[in-house]
């Protein structure tokens, strides 16, 4: 297995990584249908880096085409984000016209109900029938950080392929395994990562900082790839949870990981990752992991066990009515229907199972997470 890594400012230098592993060649042939997926998760432009640039898609489309096969680019934005709107904030409202190839919105397109059958948190989902019948799917993520899930790069991009609401699902059953499940129903033949522009900080995927990453990278396996990803941002793979299961459940390809292109050293930049506390790891001085313990104990027995728990563990959710324009998206997005508009938004902590799906949506960046 190989990731190919291009230090570039230029969305057309995908060409060169993927020239790097071998050449579109070595991923589809003639005649077959291959999905393209970028993240376009949101209606906001790729210079925020929360989208791919569709530069960069449509070039990969092209590479696609030039081989006799058929490149069909299809994407789900967060749920209740209507997907005209993100395609048309993103770049994409005319890419068919302007490119000559298909682009599908997942929820407007036929979908079927699917079996998971390696599924631990989720056994089924539903995903449109254009994907499930594609001969090969290509993934092309942001390199961005995320507030749950520390980074959402190629594993984490298949959750754009859940038709809508059926996303909460996946929230509702543990969104680590759910990627992970996701993953094992849906193999991803090639990824190739948009870092020119990605995002880092706790307000990832939609609300962190924009930057600079200047890197295009291409790899052979989704897991390693997201490996490659996580280091490029100066993270420690080992602390993102779904990399981790994934490798434990034997996801990923085994044996030794080749690097082509530049190196990672010339593109890897200390980056702000999201903060998660981790009561289980020795990086916590045994005095400091006591006393939160001693903390977490007494606070439970005061306060009721489940809530400090999550609290402790995960966060709340956090609104400024400051920034908030009352557009209520956060109402339809939350799960549980643990948010009521009172005055303004107000989150029933009691209620609420901590899966910031409210922060992802929140077109102002009016919710965070509160340690
Ligand atoms: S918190 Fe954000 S999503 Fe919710 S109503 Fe306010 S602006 Fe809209
Ligand atoms: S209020 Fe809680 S449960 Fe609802 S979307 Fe926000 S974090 Fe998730």
Known sequence: MSVAIVKTKNPRDVRKAVELLGGMERF??????????????????????????????????????????????????????????????????????RYGFELVDANAAEAIEVEIPRGLAIDHTIIPRVVLEADKLINVPVIKTHLQTMVSLGMKN???????????????????????DLNTLIKSDLVIMDGIIGMEGSGGP????????????????????????????????????????????????TGELKFLGDSLESVATKRDLPKFPDLSRTLISGVALHALDAFREVSMRLFGGERVEKRVKLGDPVIDCEICDKCKLCLEACPVDAIEMEDFPAVRLDDCIRCFCCAEVCPKGAISKKL
């Not at 754009?160 to 992970?180: A, E, F, S, T």
């Not at 900082?209 to 052979?220: K, N, P, S, Y």
């Not at 390693?224 to 981790?244: F, L, N, T």
């Open 158 to 180: 298949l959750k754009g392929l859940v038709v809508g609401k059926q996303k909460h699902l996946i929230h509702l059953c543990g969104l680590d395994q759910g990627i992970v």
């Open 28 to 97: 589809v042939a003639k005649g077959e249908k291959v999905i393209v997926k970028p993240n376009i998760c949101a209606a906001m432009g790729s210079e925020t880096g929360a989208v791919t640039d569709p530069l960069l898609v449509a070039e990969v489309a092209k590479m696609v085409a030039e081989c006799g096969a058929e490149p069909i680019v299809v994407e789900s934005p967060i749920y209740p984000i209507g997907s005209q709107r993100a395609f048309r904030k993103a770049g994409y409202a005319d890419f068919e016209g």
């Open 206 to 253: 939609t609300n962190g900082r924009a930057v600079e990453m200047d890197v295009v990278l291409a790899g052979d396996d989704v897991v390693e790839a997201d490996c490659v990803g996580v280091r490029i941002m100066s993270g420690d793979p080992e602390r993102v949870k779904h990399i981790q299961l994934a490798c434990e459940q034997g996801l990923g390809a």
